[in-house]
């Protein structure tokens, strides 16, 4: 059975170490926020300008002016910065932000991503993708295996304009757990109840399959 889009949150949780700062992107990445794993401090970065975001309000704690890069509203958590963007990004262009999570169109085999516009339809510009991209060593994409119609999103080449090239190294989809090393897709984990077989049938890109694959537990 395909992961949640709150399962995927989950996962990609595990990924968060002792004093990371972390830029959640817009979507699935930003719920990630909600599952930090107790014992561990955290800083969570919003490109809009603030540093130790917080997980998402209750009505009685939610504050219409604090919101994310997405314009959702959030929470500031104890210690928390508010700074305008041009300081925002000079973090995340001088390399501060130890883990990045992101959403994307497509990805492939050799780490591009694409992820800020799909041809036709109206876009306002690439946002601060290209510089989280660009910025970080650390870049966990988030997304679904396939698209609606069933097409593959792990690609040999993305066939979308690129955000970033061979910058990712990790990607967390619906169905698995997957690194890129050498020009492929590393099956390193499979959902709950998902089959080898299915992730094969679904990736275009060339995919290794390893003896030890692990099946995710939550």
Same mark, same amino acid.
């Given at each position: 059975?395909?992961?949640? &889009?709150?399962?995927? !949150? ?5 990924? #968060? ?6 830029? #959640?992107? @817009? ?5 990630? !926020? ?16 603030? #540093?130790?975001?917080?997980? %998402?309000?209750?009505? =009685? ?5 604090? @919101?994310? $890069? +997405? ?5 500031? &958590?104890? /210690? ?6 041009? =300081?925002? %990004? !000079? ?13 994307? %169109? ?18 306002? +510009? ?12 650390? @870049? ?19 066939? #979308?304009?690129?955000? +970033? ?17 050498? /020009?492929?897709?590393?099956?390193? =984990?499979? !959902? ?11 990736? $275009?890109?060339?995919? @290794? ?5 692990? =099946?995710?537990? %939550?």
């Amino acid at each position: 059975m395909a992961l949640s &889009r709150e399962q995927m !949150a989950q996962r990609v949780a595990r990924e #968060l170490q002792d004093g990371f700062y972390v830029n #959640l992107g @817009i979507g699935i990445p930003t719920l990630v !926020a909600n599952y930090v794993p107790d014992g561990i401090d955290v800083m969570l970065q919003s490109e809009n300008g603030l #540093l130790g975001m917080g997980a %998402f309000p209750t009505e =009685e704690t939610i504050d219409a002016d604090m @919101i994310n $890069a +997405g314009k959702q509203t959030v929470t500031a &958590r104890l /210690g928390a910065s508010i700074f305008n963007s041009a =300081e925002s %990004f !000079a973090m995340i262009r001088g390399g501060h932000v130890d883990l990045t999570v992101l959403g994307a %169109f497509e990805v492939d085999v050799e780490g591009n991503i694409a992820s800020w516009m799909i041809p036709g339809k109206l876009v306002k +510009g690439m946002g601060g993708a290209m510089d989280l991209v660009a910025g970080a060593d650390n @870049i966990i994409v988030t997304m679904t295996h396939a698209s609606k119609d069933g097409e593959s999103k792990l690609l040999s080449r993305c066939s #979308l304009p690129l955000t +970033g090239a061979g910058c990712i190294k990790k990607v967390l989809t619906d169905l698995a757990y997957l690194e890129i090393e050498n /020009g492929a897709f590393i099956l390193r =984990e499979t !959902a709950p109840g998902v089959s080898v077989e299915e992730i094969v049938a679904k990736t $275009a890109g060339k995919l @290794i399959v390893p003896d030890d694959v692990k =099946e995710m537990t %939550f």
